[in-house]
């Protein structure tokens, strides 16, 4: 989905893009296109809007408008409210297969895009100065001035290419599924950290609410063994009676987790996006959404090296892309491996401090607002496209800046 992503943002601009799939539309085993609702927030929704695909995806969103943070077991909570920031809504959860055949419709459709599916990049060679070379599974070859790695956290690219990453297996895996409740969900989120994991559930679309629910990876398949009733009378008992008794339960699907961190992001004429630059345990549903401002951001400098000039894939603008991705993958990746140390942590001491930076949290307007900027996306210097203007836009020179 990142990669098509970049593709659709590029389509406007003076290039010829080659997009590579393995996997043909519909697959079954399409990692972007399954049985996931993510929650885009409103960084990624504009980002949506300002390239024309969001009517594609509105109508099979569900708005989320607060947040509900809790403490199995404890007293402190912490609430957020989109109307406390301006905003109508803190994000949108949506059907991934929404996302995707809007993406995939886009590209189909953009003249510049050859769109090549069933395809998979099997070697590149970055020995030519002025250009990478990409063979494919079907012999074909490509040539490109600049080769973007948007191919999921195991990335062939990053390997092909020699970058390592930092990789914590979580043990644990996500449990996934669509809840009907006897209250309805009014477009809250709860976020509710359990002994054994948080529990996620999600405003969903068709009045059910999306469960994410955490446990080790041995818990995690105990329960999936269970019945439906048994399921529901072990959820019931970790989330407590917020929607009142949750009442019905959809197709479980499970998600080994484990966060892989590239220890750079760009190569020779080439750069990693997307879970191949940064994949991250769901728990704050960041995953996607940083992965779209790599897109909207790395559109934007490419943009800006076609109205000067300039070579998209040169050492110098690369550079400064990494640059400018820094301090955004680093606070994400770092707020959502946060939480996971955190609230898995069950010593007293820890727990009771927990609770009062929960409490904390709910009080000190500041600290909140902070939060809130992260993971509404808007921290930073955000992509052009996620403040509503075209990728082209001029923007005042600032020191070294994509
Ligand atoms: C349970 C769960 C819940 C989540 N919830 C959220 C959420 O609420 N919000 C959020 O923002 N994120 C969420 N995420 C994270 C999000 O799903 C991922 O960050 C996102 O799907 C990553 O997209 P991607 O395009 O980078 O990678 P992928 O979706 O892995 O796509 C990689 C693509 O590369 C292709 N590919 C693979 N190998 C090759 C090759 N050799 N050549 C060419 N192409 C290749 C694949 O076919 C695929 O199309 C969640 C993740 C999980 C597991």
């Not at 912490?78 to 055949?101: F, I, K, N, S």
């Not at 001491?349 to 409490?359: E, K, M, V």
């Not at 509404?376 to 600032?398: D, I, K, S, Y």
Request: hydrophobic share 45%; net charge positive; with cysteine.
């Amino acid at each position: 989905m990142v990669g098509a992503s970049l593709a659709v943002a590029l389509a406007d601009l003076p290039l010829r893009v080659a997009m590579v799939e393995p996997l043909a539309l519909g697959s079954d085993a399409q990692p972007s296109f399954d049985e996931r609702t993510i929650a885009l927030n409103a960084a990624s929704q504009a980002i949506f809007e300002t390239l024309g695909v969001w009517p594609d995806m509105a109508a099979e969103a569900a708005a989320m408008r607060s947040i509900h943070i809790s403490d199995q077991g404890r007293f402190g909570v912490t609430r957020m409210q989109a109307e406390d920031y301006g905003l109508p809504a803190l994000g949108q959860v949506v059907p991934t297969r929404t996302v995707g055949h809007a993406l995939f419709r886009r590209v189909e459709q953009a003249e510049q895009i050859d769109f090549l599916c069933p395809a998979r990049v099997q070697t590149l060679d970055t020995g030519d100065a002025d250009q990478v070379r990409v063979t494919l599974d079907d012999g074909r070859q490509l040539a490109a001035r600049l080769l973007v790695g948007a191919d999921g956290a195991r990335s062939q690219v990053r390997q092909a290419l020699g970058i390592e990453a930092a990789i914590d297996d979580y043990q644990a895996k996500a449990i996934v599924s669509s809840v009907a409740s006897q209250r309805p969900m009014d477009g809250r989120a709860f976020e509710r950290f359990t002994a054994t994991g948080p529990i996620a559930l999600l405003p969903g679309p068709q009045q059910r609410s999306v469960l994410v629910w955490t446990q080790p990876t041995a818990a995690a398949e105990a329960l999936l063994e269970l019945d439906d009733n048994a399921f529901l009378a072990r959820l019931n008992a970790g989330f407590g009676r917020r929607l009142g008794r949750l009442t019905a339960l959809g197709r479980r699907q499970a998600y080994p987790l484990y966060r892989v961190l590239a220890r750079q992001i760009v190569g020779p004429r080439s750069v990693l996006i997307g879970n191949a630059a940064n994949n991250l345990h769901p728990v704050a549903g960041q995953g996607f959404n940083l992965g779209l401002r790599d897109a909207a951001t790395l559109a934007e400098s490419l943009a800006d090296a076609l109205a000067c000039g300039q070579d998209i894939g040169g050492g110098q603008r690369l550079s400064a892309y990494a640059q400018r991705r820094e301090a955004d993958r680093q606070a994400t990746a770092g707020m959502t491996h946060g939480l996971i140390q955190v609230f898995s942590n069950r010593t007293p001491g820890l727990r009771t401090g927990r609770n009062l930076g929960l409490l904390a949290t709910d009080l000190l307007p500041g600290l909140k607002r902070r939060m809130a900027v992260r993971s509404t996306g808007f921290a930073g210097r955000p992509p052009r496209l996620a403040r509503g203007l075209p990728v082209q836009t001029p923007e005042p020179q600032r020191g070294q800046g994509v």
